[in-house]
């Protein structure tokens, strides 16, 4: 059994009691509680007992089946940067963090965005409910060369993570997969420090519409055809990547979408500070610099609000609709 890393055990707590993890040869054992968590590999799952509920599980075993979003043939660690920092977006968040900063992604999946964030020196913990794509994740760390990222298995609307452990939370793609998308929001939530930020992307109630008519396309012709979808043309001489996103777009057996003022009000009732949302609802704000992400943005208008949504119909048409929010948790 490869050892739970130090710099990770410090910051695990049991998802039951919330006490201290202790190492015990293949098992981590709360302090608390007495429960043991299995560790293999170096991830531990700390998944609690009764936690595997049906919505959970059939999760589970859709990304097992093929984990998302997957690695190209021939990858390395500046392939890995490169492909990343092609988004604009993953560009602006990796200026925004400091490099000293302890980070925690909720629901990774096979942990691209981590190993990215990590190659700055931080630290950054992966959690995932799919022991598949945390062992891919935890297998490219090692190939890559990447020494500051580490995985846990965990279901997020129990985190075993110790309460105010991390300078950024971040969620994207993952809390339009729960069954009660705020109640999972408000378990993450409880994980940022004070004066830390939480980066939440879901998928946008009226930018998903244009995805909503391709997927039904899809599912009338058994997948086989799938118009108009820019990443499916890009993958096409990259089977199992091709696979995972027809799969996590088209074949999802949960879903929800939500409007940035239904996530403003999450934040509200949260204690959690909105600042932002990426793209903007303000009309022709400038370009974001340095570390903008994390500052707030200027007042929009209701009427404003609402068109800048729509017209991410079109701008984040390749993302499937996915839309980001920021927010900060008030200093003690």
């Not at 729960?178 to 830390?196: C, K, V, Y």
């Not at 943005?297 to 996915?322: H, I, P, T, Y």
Request: aromatic residues 8%; positive net charge; charged residues 25%.
């Amino acid at each position: 059994m490869a050892a739970v890393a130090r710099d990770l055990l410090s910051l695990l707590a049991c998802p039951v009691c919330g006490r201290d993890l202790l190492p015990q040869e293949a098992w981590l054992r709360c302090g608390g509680c007495g429960l043991r968590f299995p560790v293999a590999g170096g991830v531990p799952d700390l998944t609690a007992p009764g936690d595997r509920d049906t919505a959970a599980t059939a999760v589970r075993a859709f990304y097992s089946a093929a984990p998302f979003p997957g690695y190209p043939p021939r990858d390395s660690a500046a392939s890995l940067r490169r492909r990343a920092a092609r988004s604009e977006f993953a560009r602006l968040l990796d200026r925004a963090i400091p490099p000293d900063a302890a980070v925690l992604e909720v629901g990774c999946g096979t942990g691209q965005m981590c190993l990215f964030l990590a190659t700055a020196d931080r630290l950054v913990v992966g959690a995932d409910l799919t022991r598949a794509a945390l062992e891919l994740a935890a297998a490219a760390a090692r190939r890559l060369g990447v020494e500051r990222a580490r995985f846990v298995e965990m279901d997020l609307r129990r985190p075993a993570l110790r309460a105010g452990a991390f300078d950024v939370v971040y969620c994207s793609g993952v809390l339009h997969h729960t069954p009660d998308p705020e109640a999972s929001f408000r378990a993450i939530a409880r994980l940022a420090r004070p004066g830390g930020f939480l980066v939440l992307g879901v998928y946008n109630a009226y930018a998903r519409l244009p995805h909503r008519l391709r997927r039904a396309v899809a599912r009338l012709t058994g997948l086989r055809c799938v118009p108009f979808d820019p990443v499916l043309r890009d993958r096409a001489g990259e089977p199992a990547r091709r696979e995972a996103w027809l799969r996590d777009q088209y074949a999802h057996p949960l879903e929800h979408r939500h409007t940035l003022r239904e996530v403003q009000q999450w934040f509200t009732r949260s204690g959690i500070e909105y600042l932002r949302s990426y793209p903007s609802t303000v009309t022709a704000e400038p370009p974001l610099e340095g570390s903008a992400l994390f500052e707030a943005a200027d007042d929009d208008w209701a009427f404003e609000n609402v068109l800048q949504q729509l017209s991410w119909c079109w701008k984040l048409a390749r993302d499937g609709g996915l839309f980001v929010a920021i927010g900060r948790r008030p200093a003690a």
